[in-house]
């Protein structure tokens, strides 16, 4: 018995959609490559850029605590991001005594989320924290020239840097004094959850990669 051609062929709709979905694997790679880009400079203003920055969710003795850090370094292969923060900030003391973290980032224009849960470890005075500092250029120096430290109460609005500076930025030089207040915050990650928002459906994966690798997807 022939089957009819049309009762063979799905709606076009449906069609475009099932060759427009990745398999796990491609998901999981462009999703990294994603993170990679937000690291680089745009060539163009059209570039997303949504993944710059990210929410960094950590455990204190009180309860959590939540801020927005910059996305500073990817290693997709070695599942490493990389931020970086004052050594004297709050964040510092809990994620020493709570290396367990969550990461959250959000592309607007996409409607993507990543979560990764990571295991996060603090680089002061070591080859990693000089090597990062060495790559920094002097306008990103400048917010480790604080005299104050983060967070501590003052009498009026602090700009985060001597105040004399101003808008100016300092020499290669100047800048070397906020070496001693630079953090480097390597997180090794341990899993990343994938969410894309769309009224044509969502769709949501889990990564994980430690303790063993697995990709799974989930029910949004
Ligand atoms: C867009 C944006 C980017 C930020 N990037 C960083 C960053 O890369 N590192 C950092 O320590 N703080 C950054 N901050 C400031 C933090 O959100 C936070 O206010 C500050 O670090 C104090 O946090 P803590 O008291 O939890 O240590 C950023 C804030 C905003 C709004």
Redesign the pocket.
């Given at each position: 018995m022939s089957i009819p051609k049309e009762a063979n062929t799905l709606p076009s709709d449906t069609q475009e959609r099932t060759q427009a979905t990745p398999t796990l694997a491609e998901l999981e790679g462009t999703s990294w490559q994603q993170l990679i880009q937000a690291t680089e400079r745009s060539e163009s203003q059209s570039d997303s850029k949504g993944f710059k920055?990210m929410t960094l969710a950590t455990s204190t003795s009180r309860g959590a605590?939540a801020?927005?850090?910059?996305l500073r370094r990817v290693d997709a292969a070695r599942k490493y991001v990389w931020?970086?923060?004052?050594a004297r900030?709050?964040?510092v003391i809990q994620m020493e005594a709570f290396p367990a973290a969550t990461l959250l980032f959000w592309d607007d224009k996409q409607q993507i989320q990543f979560r990764l849960t990571v295991e996060t470890r603090l680089h002061t005075d070591d080859y990693i924290a000089d090597e990062h500092w060495q790559a920094l250029w002097v306008g990103a120096r400048k917010a480790y020239l604080s005299e104050q430290i983060?967070?501590s109460e003052q009498p009026g609005p602090y700009p985060g840097f001597p105040e004399q500076m101003g808008d100016t930025l300092p020499t290669n030089e100047e800048s070397e004094a906020g070496r001693k207040n630079f953090a480097v915050i390597e997180c090794r990650v341990l899993a990343m959850e994938y969410l894309r928002l769309s009224p044509s459906g969502q769709a949501r994966a889990h990564f994980q990669y430690e303790p063993e690798s697995r990709m799974v997807w989930l029910a949004p």
């Open positions: 920055t605590d801020r927005i850090v910059v931020f970086y923060t004052d900030a709050e964040k983060p967070g």
